[in-house]
Structure formats: structure tokens, C-alpha cells
């Protein structure tokens, strides 16, 4: 059974910095391409980052803020969130790239003052 498990989400003032993490179970983790994904309220669901092979993917909207990086030991996928805004909250999702398994829970972001 395909799990993801996402943890690092948090309440940050604008300009601040969170690191995401999500632990997988059930893939062959270090074969598959993966991505981050996030999910405002009340607006779909949307790609924010992806690697494979070592080749990172970013959304226009986090280029230059965000970095996407794994450790393949761990079977851990880690985003890295620099200068963030408020817009930038919303929850945030790991999954394949493109993103074929079952979502996990997600870890809540909020940037607000």
C-alpha cells in the first residue's frame, strides 16, 4: 500500500522560511520522479516542484524561493521554503511526478502577520 506522510507544515510571518518533508512507504522511492504539490482553500490542487534523476522542476511562482531535494536512504522528499508570502499557504502534498498514487494528509502552511 502506497502511504505518504508530509510533516514540517506551520504558522510563518511573511519572509519566512519552513522546510516540508514527506516520507513514502509502499513505492520503489528511489526510481520514481516526485513532486510537491499544494492546494489553497476553495482552489484546485497545483504543481509547485519535482525531481528526478537529480533534474529539478520548478512552478513559476516558487522559482528562486523553493528547492526541492530527496534523500533516497530515507525514502524522503524535503522542500525547502524561503521568503514566503501569503499566498503561498495553503496545504501541501507529496506524490509521484506526475502525481498517480493516492494523496497522503498534507501539512498545513499559513504565512500571514
Known amino acids: 500500500q502506497v502511504q505518504f506522510v508530509e510533516s514540517g507544515g506551520d504558522w510563518v510571518q511573511p519572509g519566512g522560511s519552513l522546510r516540508l518533508s514527506c516520507t513514502a512507504s509502499?513505492?520503489?522511492?528511489?526510481?520514481?520522479?516526485m513532486g510537491w504539490y499544494r492546494q489553497a482553500p476553495g482552489q484546485r490542487r497545483e504543481f509547485v516542484a519535482t525531481i528526478s534523476s537529480g533534474v529539478t522542476n520548478y512552478a513559476d511562482f516558487v522559482k528562486g524561493r523553493f528547492t526541492i531535494s530527496r534523500d533516497n536512504a530515507k525514502n524522503t522528499l524535503y522542500l525547502q521554503m524561503n521568503s514566503l508570502a501569503p499566498e503561498d499557504s495553503g496545504v501541501y502534498y507529496c506524490?509521484?511526478?506526475?502525481?498517480?498514487?493516492?494523496w497522503g494528509q498534507g501539512t498545513q502552511i499559513t504565512v500571514s502577520s
Open positions: 509502499g513505492i520503489s522511492f528511489r526510481w520514481n520522479a
Open positions: 506524490n509521484g511526478a506526475p502525481a498517480t498514487w493516492s
